[in-house]
């Protein structure tokens, strides 16, 4: 059920939300809503899904902590201009 709400808002800040909701192609209405919705879900951030394209991105190869990688990047360069 939808119901009507009034807030007091700086104008400056409705015209920036109604630009950005024209450019998004939503209602102001729906970007509040979402956003109140996502403020007051019971999900964690621990329950973010990660999408399968994101997975697949995944090498599964674990790197040392003390890694050096502008160690590793310069012995590289230095064999590739010799």
Do not use: C, W
């Not at 007051?40 to 040392?64: E, M, W």
């Amino acid at each position: 059920m939808n119901t009507k709400l009034t807030l007091k808002l700086d104008q400056e800040i409705i015209e920036k939300a109604k630009h950005y909701a024209s450019e998004k192609k939503l209602s102001l209405s729906r970007i509040i809503e979402n956003y109140l919705n996502s403020l007051t879900s019971d999900k964690t951030n621990n329950d973010i899904q990660i999408s399968p394209f994101v997975k697949s991105l995944s090498s599964g190869i674990k790197i040392p902590a003390d890694y050096d990688y502008k160690k590793d990047r310069a012995d590289y360069l230095e064999q590739k201009h010799k």
